[in-house]
């Protein structure tokens, strides 16, 4: 089934990727800083999914709806894949211009650190079969795991020396051409609308998940005389 | 590698990704909701 | 509350008494660590005292999710059950825990240490201030060590997932210990890192502390 998010997700991700491929190069670095155009979207969904998995949890936690956690769930997968792809973008954009894939530049290693708490996120998740222990667990690991992150942003920045400032959002002193920021927004807006199709659809089959496994109506779970009262609605 | 080999290898993985992770998702909602008798 | 923390506090560290699963098994398994280290990179006298102090941290961050997840430290679920009926609050079970985690934690660095100022020969100028690092540092590993070891713990539940859950959170933990006992080789100022260090252990209090009633229910 395919929802009208979807439709406008595909849209904009195909104008993003056109325009990303047709903008003048950069004066400096010419056609490479074209990758910026899938890295810093891919980067700031990394961040947003965090910030959703958390809320997220809380919200699971004040109102133990399961639909909370279904989103958290869906968030930290979609964000294990982009800070993923933040990660390898990042990496195939600096061997060609400071000749390393990798470099200690406070920066990165946040993003790493944030991709192996994302991991943990989702192996624990994986590793409980009744779905409200599951919400339970993986929300207070959520909530402990995001109020670490700015701890680990200082102590990073403060180990590695102040990494250079942003260089979009700073008012008044734009450091980059029109035609390159229009291209650079309209790809962040892009994979924002993205994100929000697959989290939407991710949270979809995590709903679906726990429907089968529940025991369905009129099914005995304490001997034959007690069953599973039906439904209305069609589950939680 | 040129500059355009840089950049075609980086928006290969990403869109490519995205464009397989979707389909993967896609097709397990739908097996899904086979399973589960809805439409 | 208090009475409630110190008498578990105290079943703790009996239990361990009695275990010996610390003393007797961890403790020995991180010394032969930092022992097989130079076999595998080379005895050079000058990089060992080089790489001993980040060295002492790493064994102590890795080693240390084995003590929070020391068998004595998880409870049965009849005993739990017994604590709950008796109204023992969450929070002072985590307490308890923490405590005896941070104890236990220090008794692993205070040997660990030692074996790295014998076996690397690290020059540090103050050493009196490792006795502030080192139980800021083990206290923050015992609260994430308690929250992870609770939170895969139960039926189902993989316990060999605590490491990864613990290791990436500990970060700022393991740069603030490292970088306070770097400034003290250079003669420089650690406030910061002292700071840093009091700053995560009570953010990880208070997470501790709040999220102890949530995970009671399961």
């Known amino acids: ?236 | ?39 | 509350m208090i009475r409630h923390i110190a008498i578990l506090f105290r079943a703790h560290l009996r239990d361990e008494r009695r275990a010996g699963e610390v003393t007797l098994v961890i403790v020995p398994f991180g010394m032969v660590a930092l022992l097989v280290v130079p076999m595998a990179i080379g005895i050079d006298t000058p990089l060992l005292d080089r790489i001993g102090p980040g060295l002492f941290w790493v064994v102590l961050l890795l080693f240390g999710t084995l003590v929070s997840q020391r068998q004595s430290a998880s409870l049965s679920e009849s005993r739990r059950d017994t604590l709950t009926l008796l109204g023992v609050d969450p929070a002072a079970r985590f307490a308890a825990a923490a405590m005896a985690g941070t104890v236990l934690l220090t008794l692993f660095a205070v040997v660990a240490g030692t074996v790295t100022f014998m076996l690397y020969d690290p020059e540090i100028a103050n050493p009196a201030w490792l006795g502030a690092i080192l139980p800021l540092t083990c206290a923050g590993l015992a609260m994430v060590g308690t929250i992870a070891t609770a939170v895969t713990s139960g039926p189902g539940a993989r316990s060999s997932l605590a490491p990864l859950l613990v290791v990436p959170v500990s970060v700022p933990l393991l740069l603030a210990a490292a970088q306070a006992t770097e400034g003290l080789r250079a003669s420089a100022g650690i406030l910061r890192w002292l700071l840093l260090l009091c700053v995560v252990d009570v953010i990880l209090a208070l997470a501790g502390v709040l999220t102890a009633r949530p995970l009671e229910e399961s």
């Open chain 1, 1 to 236: 089934m395919i929802k009208p998010l979807d439709v406008a997700a595909g849209l904009m991700l195909a104008t993003a990727l056109v325009l990303g491929l047709v903008v003048p190069p950069d004066a400096v670095q010419g056609d490479l800083q074209r990758m910026m155009y899938v890295h810093v979207p891919s980067a700031w969904l990394a961040y947003l999914s965090f910030a959703t998995t958390l809320v997220a949890g809380i919200a699971y936690l004040r109102t133990r709806r399961m639909r909370w956690d279904h989103i958290a769930g869906a968030s930290g997968e979609v964000g294990v894949v982009f800070t993923g792809l933040a990660l390898v973008t990042g990496s195939i954009w600096g061997k060609p211009v400071w000749g390393v894939w990798w470099t200690w530049d406070a920066r990165l290693v946040l993003t790493a650190v944030m991709f192996f708490v994302y991991l943990g996120y989702l192996a624990l998740r994986r590793s409980f079969d009744d779905p409200e222990v599951r919400a339970r667990r993986a929300s207070v690991y959520g909530i402990v795991a995001v109020a670490q992150i700015p701890l680990v942003h200082f102590s990073v920045v403060w180990w590695r020396g102040l990494h250079q400032p942003a260089t979009v959002l700073r008012p008044g002193d734009p450091q980059i051409d029109g035609p390159l920021l229009a291209a650079l927004l309209a790809a962040v807006f892009a994979f924002t609308v993205v994100f929000a199709a697959l989290v939407s659809r991710r949270a979809e089959v995590n709903r679906l998940e726990d429907l089968i496994a529940a025991p369905s109506a009129g099914e005995p779970v304490a001997g034959s005389g007690v069953a599973v009262p039906p439904i209305v609605g069609g589950g939680r």
């Open chain 2, 1 to 39: 590698m040129s500059d355009w080999a840089w950049v075609t290898l980086a928006f290969g993985i990403v869109y490519g990704t995205l464009i397989t992770y979707t389909a993967v998702l896609v097709r397990r909602s739908r097996a899904l909701r086979r399973s589960a008798g809805l439409k």
